[in-house]
């Protein structure tokens, strides 16, 4: 009786094992990712990533408040291991509320520049994404611009469109210029570029290019990927509209244009840590920087991998090398600034 006891114990453990080793084998082969990233321009990689190392990623897209939002709701119970999202506030947010964990990964650590990752590990850079200010060919000169500072200026009067301040995008230029001018140069700056503004901001960045192209205003700040959109889009009208403008790199004698990223996060909740990492390390490589230049117009992050024809024929130039941790610390104040400033 004694010995059936034991025999009937012995296979308990060994199924309970075998079920741990199936459960570990099949978690071993995938990944579940949450993504901001249109399918379009994620899924491409992500079977790149599965054909050279047999692991399956499932991928879920959504926008990228929602997204942060549902990772939020879910907690310790998300089925996501990796989120990949726009702007390093979101980032931040994201790090802020509790949802994402620490990697310690060498290869992420001596590829993407300090800037552009979380000082504690959180979230790292995965292209970076310039907001320039673009003009009006024939109604502005080159020569007439500098910095963002002097968009300030009373000569710009009714002359420049730029989206909401309910914008990250925004949110995260000011909060750059907070790092750089302090609150009251920077409060003062906000005061002025809001009775420069030629409409009461609305649309996202391609509208605010559209605008300028049709004559509502000279100046116009947007993300340089937007117009690289317009230009290798079918619509015939946004083509049209990106031919009437150049891009004018500002702040070149100083800090550097305002940059953003695009970045991943290593969720909390992981179940398939050791091969998240290794798809966030893949995303890094310099074939995966090449894709992600080529395909949505962004910059390498990863120094070395050579532009895409388009970003070549917009010119070099000096990026702002600020943590971008700094965009979320300065979330909130950059907030209230542009409130005090009456930016809509």
């Given at each position: 009786m004694r010995k059936a006891s034991l025999s009937i114990t012995s296979l308990?453990?060994?199924?309970?094992?075998?079920?741990?080793?199936?459960?570990?084998?099949?978690?071993?082969?995938?990944?579940?990712?949450?993504?901001a990233r249109k399918e379009a321009l994620i899924k491409p990689l992500l079977d790149r990533f599965s054909a050279q190392t047999g692991i399956q990623v499932n991928l879920v897209t959504g926008k990228a408040d929602a997204l942060l939002k549902r990772l939020q709701l879910e907690g310790r119970n998300s089925p996501a291991d990796l989120l990949i999202t726009t702007d390093a506030g979101r980032l931040y947010r994201a790090k802020?509320?509790?949802?994402?964990?620490?990697?310690?990964?060498?290869?992420?650590?001596?590829?993407?520049?300090?800037?552009?990752?979380?000082?504690?590990?959180?979230w790292f850079g995965l292209s970076l994404r310039a907001r320039p200010i673009i003009y009006v060919k024939g109604k502005v000169s080159a020569d007439e611009l500098s910095t963002y500072e002097a968009l300030a200026d009373p000569k710009w009067a009714k002359k420049i469109c730029i989206r909401s301040s309910g914008n990250i995008y925004n949110q995260s230029l000011v909060a750059s210029m907070l790092s750089h001018d302090g609150k009251d140069e920077t409060q003062v700056w906000a005061d002025s570029l809001v009775k420069n503004l030629a409409r009461k901001p609305k649309g996202g960045d391609r509208d605010q290019i559209k605008a300028a192209a049709a004559g509502q205003c000279v100046i116009a700040i947007a993300n340089t990927y937007y117009l690289g959109k317009m230009i290798k889009g079918k619509d015939q009208s946004q083509q049209a509209a990106a031919q009437k403008v150049a891009i004018f790199w500002p702040n070149q004698s100083d800090r550097g244009a305002h940059v953003n990223i695009s970045g991943v996060t290593l969720t909390q909740a992981a179940i398939n840590r050791a091969n998240a990492i290794r798809l966030m390390e893949f995303l890094v490589t310099p074939e995966s920087q090449s894709w992600y230049a080529e395909a949505n117009h962004e910059y390498p992050v990863r120094e070395g991998v050579e532009w895409s024809d388009l970003l070549k024929q917009w010119g070099s130039f000096k990026a702002d090398r600020l943590n971008l941790a700094k965009l979320g610390q300065n979330n909130a104040a950059a907030v209230r600034i542009m409130d005090r400033a009456g930016w809509k």
């Open positions: 308990l453990a060994a199924l309970v094992a075998a079920t741990s080793l199936s459960n570990t084998a099949f978690a071993a082969e995938e990944v579940n990712l949450y993504s802020s509320s509790g949802v994402t964990q620490s990697v310690s990964s060498i290869k992420l650590r001596d590829t993407i520049p300090a800037a552009y990752r979380d000082p504690e590990g959180h």
